[in-house]
């Protein structure tokens, strides 16, 4: 004869629940939000804050994201994390109007797709022909060869 199972435990979901809240991101409706004008100068010249990583001076705007540094934000670009963030908020998030028009109430119209670039790192330093220049031997380099081919 078989018994049915006592279950004194009812496992971890309680726990995953905990840890999902903690661990969520923002959304691309409040990412699309953060990319305008006003919104993304805040978020790009913040004041310093100690409890945030990097002291919240290395931010990635499409992906929510602080970095301890220029040089793992800059790493961070190169990443497929960071190019699928980039080709997901390519399509412009859903509207009010949109469901409205979907509904019957208007012109059913595709979603438009937009050019969405990486932030620009203000680490860069332009010389006074406007070239960007990478560091000091790459400069030193340049003014040689210009000299060279005069």
């Known amino acids: 004869m078989t018994y ?6 009812h496992g971890d979901t309680h726990l995953k629940r905990r840890w999902r809240l903690r661990n969520r991101k923002k959304d691309l409706d409040e990412i699309d939000s953060d990319l305008k004008e006003e919104n993304a100068e805040k978020l ?3 004041n310093v ?3 945030l990583p990097g002291a919240a001076q290395h931010y990635c705007l ?3 994201r602080y970095f301890i540094d220029e040089q793992a934000l800059s790493e961070h670009f190169k990443t497929k994390v960071h190019k699928r963030r980039l080709k997901a ?3 412009e998030p859903y509207s009010i109007e949109e469901s409205e028009r979907a509904a019957g109430h208007g012109n059913f119209k595709f979603p438009s797709k937009r050019k969405i670039v990486t932030q620009n790192n203000n680490s860069d330093v332009i010389d006074k022909d406007g070239d960007v220049v990478l560091d000091d031997s790459t400069a030193s380099k340049k003014k040689k060869i210009d000299e060279d081919d005069t």
Do not use: I, M, S, V
């Open 4 to 9: 049915k199972r006592k279950k004194y435990h």
């Open 44 to 46: 790009l010249n913040q």
């Open 49 to 51: 804050d100690l409890d």
């Open 62 to 64: 499409h992906c929510a």
């Open 89 to 91: 908020l390519e399509l």
